[in-house]
């Protein structure tokens, strides 16, 4: 087989576990895209009111509106393209996010191929991606980390064809990139400085060609978020609706932190209460590995040794790789020390992270294997094969559920109520009070009213409606207010009353 036919089956081997990986979106969301809340509330809302000539803005709870400035607004805007088209977000989201798993364990093989020059590790890191429980589960939910993680994957090509070919076009086509990446979630700032910064210390060409490549990527990528940071502080006098402060986070943060890194790649049973133990051997580890390094580069070299010469030689997409990695997780503690204290440490935020320490990891499993030695090529397998087993099995438990049960908002005991179908034929024409305003606008399309907001005296309407999840808060609400109410409908799920001045 010459090279040409050899790398054609490489591409179509690539191609298939893109398509597998689709397909795995699809089995996990049967019941439909997960609903998170709040977050898909935004999006999705935002998407629709786009569609319909009423702006970025999100449905509040009296069925007004209100503009978006919390949130980043590419993903809506994509959503709301096709909702122009006639078809409605939630089901754009679901085959989107499918869509986007498998362009993105493509890239993955993609990448690893520039940096390893071998096709087996390359569908080997590809196989990781798609087989990882993180990675399917954030692409089974209607948020933007897919969307993310599509142009992450993409700005890392990009730069590493700028920085081979050197063309305008291409510099262009990254700074975009990069643009879009900042649009979908401002962690994208990360992106921009982690490009430019290997740019500014390996880029081809003199340190003013540098500067000018640098200006153009700063430019055109920063430019679209300094435009809507600027409308959203017209709107609310806020920084994307962000209060500078100062809020130190805890040791146990850092711990948090620290736990979801390493539940990665060892079972949570071994991590476990041993976290804390990890965090500190880590330090010790980075530590050791710096001191490591100056000192056998001093002692081979002498005064001749510098530090930026022997960066060179490593791989620049390894090195965007390395520093992304520790500028994104800066990025997130400086928003959770001075921007937004709620900022959690799971799975969800470091994907990113957890992503491009897979890229590191594969291309070392590489470098290992070609080292010839026999020792090593036995890790090599040994590790490969953990990892993948390690990867499937947690996937191979989790996406039955998924299947079977759907996720948060998009349950299948939500979308099987014989309570909720009632409750969509009654909203047609009254309103909703309700406890889970998420809940009644995914599946009524109106937002209705807080329970909280509900006072006899104070309404208007002849009826309206009251639907209450939680049987004990039903409970709850229907003995407070019962002289007013008629139990129409109710099941595990939810209780549909009517309240009707008539009683």
Not at 442 to 464: A, L, N
């Amino acid at each position: 087989m010459n090279d040409s036919a050899h790398r054609n089956v490489f591409y179509l081997l690539l191609a298939l576990i893109g398509m597998i990986a689709m397909a795995i979106i699809l089995y996990s969301t049967n019941w439909g895209i997960g609903l998170f809340g709040r977050d898909s509330f935004n999006y999705i809302s935002a998407a629709r009111n786009l569609a319909r000539g009423l702006g970025y803005v999100f449905s509040l709870d009296n069925n007004t509106v209100a503009p978006i400035t919390h949130y980043p607004p590419l993903l809506s805007m994509v959503l709301a393209a096709f909702e122009i088209a006639g078809t409605d977000a939630l089901i754009t989201a679901r085959y989107l996010n499918a869509l986007l798993f498998g362009l993105s364990a493509m890239l993955t093989g993609t990448l690893i191929y520039r940096t390893t020059k071998s096709e087996a590790f390359s569908l080997l890191g590809a196989l990781f991606f798609s087989s990882m429980v993180i990675f399917i589960e954030l692409h089974s939910w209607a948020m933007s980390e897919p969307l993310f993680l599509f142009f992450m994957l993409l700005g890392f090509l990009l730069f590493d064809k700028f920085n081979t070919k050197n063309k305008l076009v291409t510099l262009i086509g990254l700074s975009v990139v990069l643009g879009l990446c900042f649009l979908t979630r401002y962690v994208g700032i990360a992106n921009i400085v982690s490009i430019m910064l290997v740019i500014m210390v390996i880029g081809v060409g003199s340190l003013k060609k540098r500067l000018f490549d640098n200006t153009i990527i700063a430019v055109i990528s920063i430019a679209p978020v300094f435009l809507w940071t600027y409308r959203n502080y017209a709107l609310t006098k806020t920084i994307n609706n962000r209060n500078i402060g100062f809020y130190p986070p805890s040791l146990k943060n850092y711990i948090s932190a620290f736990h979801t890194f390493f539940t990665w790649y060892l079972p949570d049973k071994i991590v476990g209460g041993f976290a804390k133990f990890y965090f500190y051997i880590f330090i010790v580890l980075i530590m050791g590995i710096a001191i490591a390094v100056l000192a056998y580069g001093y002692r081979k070299h002498g005064k001749a040794f510098h530090l930026i010469h022997s960066i060179r030689h490593v791989h620049p997409l390894n090195l965007v790789y390395i520093c992304y990695a520790a500028i994104y997780s800066g990025v997130v503690l400086f928003s959770k020390v001075f921007i937004d204290p709620g900022t959690g440490m799971s799975d969800r935020i470091f994907s990113p992270v957890l992503l491009a320490s897979m890229l590191i990891v594969v291309s070392l499993l590489a470098f290992v294997w070609r080292s010839n030695y026999k020792i090593g090529r036995l890790l090599v397998i040994l590790l490969s094969v953990y990892l993948f087993g390690f990867f499937i099995s947690s996937s191979v438990a989790a996406l039955p559920k998924f299947h079977a049960n759907g996720l948060g908002l998009g349950k299948k005991a939500l979308q099987n109520s014989e309570a909720m179908h009632l409750l969509k034929d009654l909203a047609k024409d009254k309103d909703i009070y309700s406890n889970d305003t998420f809940a009644i606008y995914f599946y009524t399309g109106q937002r209705g009213y807080r329970r909280s907001s509900f006072s006899p005296d104070s309404i208007q309407d002849d009826e309206v409606i009251v639907a209450i999840f939680g049987d004990s808060e039903g409970e709850a609400f229907y003995g407070k207010y019962a002289e007013y109410l008629e139990l129409v409908q109710s099941d595990q799920v939810v209780s549909v009353y009517v309240f009707s001045r008539a009683r």
